[in-house]
């Protein structure tokens, strides 16, 4: 995945023509190299990564089951799963209650279910539970094969637009763009008194991976926001690991 997200963000994969309108008025368009069939690898592999993430988090709840003497015959063993719920009624029907889990780890997932937490005022806590709920949708989604929506956005732009004299620009407008679409256009722009052969452009575009369902803030790149979520499911484990230890 790692691999396909740096040949989607490589620089050398884009490039930009000038298309002429008609009647003064161009537009600089974005072009790239790669295949759509990329773009959906891409999307697949995301949503495999969100469903090993939830997989993970399920079997350290069913080893702690396992652990404490329970076995694939309980009568709630098929409905037995890491416990991630935005609804308290759902929560309190959970599985996880008839588990005699340690105090202290039964407490703390109490603590940081969607439910509780999203109105707790310790800004911490309410983060992990919203990035669990995170975690929790995007595998569900990929529970059905569904492609999670993927979108690579102009988020900042040096690019500017001039002139040569006799002619002159009459208007420069940026244009919302998801590059991935390919052929998108990113600039229009008016000249009056000459054509293309007038205009020059330069500059730099910062252009960011996202993807729906994933919460991202601007210049933060997306690897380093996936890497986010396996630290989460890291630190549920190792909460465990000490329950049990």
Known sequence: MDTLIRRVGNREAYYVVLEDRGNGDFSFRMRHHFPTEEI??????????????????????????????GTEF???????????????????????????????????LSA????????????????????????????????????????????????????????RLTYVQSVPANILQNDSEIVRFGVEGGDASNVQAEGSFMIEISVKEVPTEQGVHIGMVLKLYTDIVILVIAEFQKAFS
């Open 40 to 69: 959906d690898t891409l999307s697949l592999q995301i949503g495999e990564f969100f469903y090993q993430l939830r997989a993970a988090l399920d079997g350290a709840m069913w080893e702690a089951h396992i652990l404490l003497g």
């Open 112 to 167: 940081i279910q969607p439910c509780h937490a999203l109105q707790s005022s310790a800004i911490e806590v309410a983060a992990f539970a919203n990035a669990l709920l995170v975690i929790h949708n995007c595998a569900r989604k990929d529970r059905h094969r569904r492609l999670h929506l993927m979108a690579m956005l102009v988020t900042d732009s040096t690019a500017v637009v001039t002139a040569t004299p006799p002619a």
């Open 74 to 108: 309980a009568t709630y063993a098929n409905k037995l799963d890491f416990p991630i719920h935005a609804e308290i009624k759902h929560f309190k029907k959970a599985a996880l209650h008839k588990v005699n889990l340690p105090q202290e780890l039964k407490i703390w």
